[in-house]
């Protein structure tokens, strides 16, 4: 006998009856009916906001983008199955769903010919984040060889209800109270995610940026956007001299012309703001209050020219953190209502995944941090090739012939305990503190907790008499290879070390010392 294919619990015929009784609700939208459509979507009932907000996301040119944008920072994100540990079950359930998502169809309930794979599917969950739910009945497809897929259907939200807390699905479009969703498609044949819905607050500002905003601009433009003419004359009105003179005035423009006899007086009323449309500025700030909600700041695409601001704002950072959000979101509902049904279906009832959907979001390298991270290995002498550190730093490789910029060469160190030929001998008191003071500010950034002894006994031979400060400091070097034994432990340390008690510092200690017993104070 024929396998039989599952089909949808929501036939054609409910979103053919939808279609044919549509009315736009956005028609002489007012905002008292705004009003009452909030309150509905309030008490549940989702129906006529709903309708609303999605003729909005069609038509406004600053909603529609902002919808788009937000959509498409998620969609454009790969995705990977990921096993909880190393076991031979986590990878046989990796691998199933790895069957699954690459398999599966998703397709819109009212136009099924916009279909397609994980992206449509991730595109259509997105559509929560405004209307605040995103609803899709699972249609699971076993494969012929023990896989399983499943088509998404994408259900529109005002076939469903929720004043009861839980959605229920509407059987007529004229049905007040729903049924339990898992009456109608069965356990683990639907998915719900729920978002911020941000709609919501989207139609307030719509409300005033097209009927009070864009509509009042209109007429205003209608009006007052050509000048209006004031003709005098001295015929008699009804004669066909007055009546030339109005057919001319008629024709130059439609409203605002004016004709007088010669006795009458005419005074100019102005505008309070001397002529200057108001709307433009409450356009503009509705499309930036609209933008603030979807993407955390102004599109980087508007200029803020006006009071609100001085040049773009894109936000950068705002939006790394909506797309980490709208990511978790998509990937919660995916790990909660598809992948235990997937295991459960492929390796029996009580079986939990050891393999999990997961959208992979970019972290944002901070140039700072890396080029911290690259001076700490050099300071370390850790290898570095040229291509990481051009890609840590986003350089791109110059080009064949182009100028390269030089680094002027840094001074050679100089060794504080080395006298120069010019320089004079400096009093026994200036030497002492100088050697204690460089010595023990070198010591210690190098490694101050493993010299605390040699650090202890540098301070005892700088505050010695002159005539044992020599002696000490030869006792010193005939004990640097045991110290280094027993002390250093790092190359750091070592370079140090070398620095203040090489030849050259020993030499130029003991030179000073020996100046300094030859030819003692007075």
């Not at 008699?236 to 439609?254: F, H, K, L």
């Not at 010193?476 to 002390?487: C, D, F, S, V, W």
């Not at 620095?499 to 130029?508: P, R, Y």
Request: proline share 6%; charged share 25%.
């Amino acid at each position: 006998m024929a396998k039989t294919t599952p089909q949808s619990k929501v036939g054609a015929e409910r979103a053919r009856i939808f279609k044919q009784s549509y009315a736009n609700p956005i028609s002489g939208l007012t905002p008292a009916r705004l009003v009452s459509y909030l309150n509905a979507f309030s008490r549940g009932e989702l129906r006529q906001a709903v309708l609303l907000w999605q003729q909005m996301i069609d038509r406004d040119d600053q909603i529609g983008p902002c919808v788009d944008k937000r959509a498409r920072a998620v969609t454009s994100l790969k995705w990977e199955i990921l096993p909880v540990d190393d076991s031979p079950e986590a990878a046989k359930h990796k691998a199933a769903l790895e069957h699954f998502y690459n398999n599966l169809t998703a397709f819109d309930g009212l136009n099924e010919m916009e279909r397609g794979g994980v992206r449509q599917l991730l595109k259509q969950m997105m559509t929560a984040v405004g209307m605040r739910y995103a609803m899709h009945e699972i249609i699971w497809q076993p494969g012929a060889a023990g896989g399983l897929t499943a088509e998404f259907k994408f259900l529109p939200l005002q076939f469903f209800e929720n004043t009861t807390g839980r959605l229920r699905y509407l059987e007529t479009d004229t049905a007040v109270y729903g049924r339990d969703l898992d009456e109608i498609f069965g356990p683990g044949g639907w998915m719900c995610n729920a978002g911020r819905g941000l709609m919501v607050a989207s139609s307030v500002a719509y409300l005033f940026k097209v009927p009070a905003g864009l509509k009042a601009w209109v007429s205003f433009m209608e009006k007052f956007g050509q000048p209006p003419i004031h003709a005098t004359t001295s015929a008699t009105q009804g004669t066909a001299e007055w009546d030339r003179v109005v057919d001319a005035v008629s024709g130059y423009g439609e409203d605002l012309g004016l004709v007088t006899d010669d006795g009458t007086k005419i005074q100019a009323l102005t505008m309070p703001n001397g002529g200057q449309a108001p709307h433009p500025a409450l356009v503009e700030r509705q499309d930036r209050a609209i933008s603030r909600l979807w993407m955390g700041g102004d599109l980087a695409t508007m200029s803020a020219t006006g009071p609100s601001g001085t040049g773009s704002n894109p936000q950068t950072d705002d939006l790394d953190k909506i797309q980490g959000d709208d990511a978790g979101m998509l990937t919660d509902a995916l790990q909660s209502y598809v992948d235990p049904q997937v295991i459960r279906m492929l390796f029996g009832e009580g079986v939990d995944p050891l393999a999990y959907f997961q959208l992979v979001v970019p972290k944002k390298k901070s140039t700072d941090e890396s080029a911290k991270k690259i001076d700490t290995a050099a300071k370390y002498k850790v290898p570095l090739s040229v291509a990481y550190v051009r890609q840590e730093l986003n350089l791109p490789e110059p080009k064949k012939g182009e100028e390269l910029i030089t680094v002027a060469a840094e001074p050679a160190p100089v060794n504080p305990f080395v006298r120069t030929a010019n320089e004079k001998p400096a009093s026994d008191l200036a030497k002492a503190a100088a050697f204690k003071a460089t010595a023990i500010e070198r010591l210690t950034s190098a490694q101050r907790a493993s010299l605390v002894p040699l650090v202890t006994r540098l301070e005892r031979i700088a505050g010695l008499p002159d005539a044992e400060f020599d002696a000490a400091l030869k006792q010193l070097q005939a004990e640097l290879p045991q110290l280094y034994r027993t002390i250093l432990s790092d190359s750091a340390v070592a370079d140090a070390w070398e620095e203040i008690f090489g030849a050259a510092l020993v030499s130029g200690a003991a030179t000073a010392a020996e100046s300094q017993i030859s030819n003692p104070k007075s």
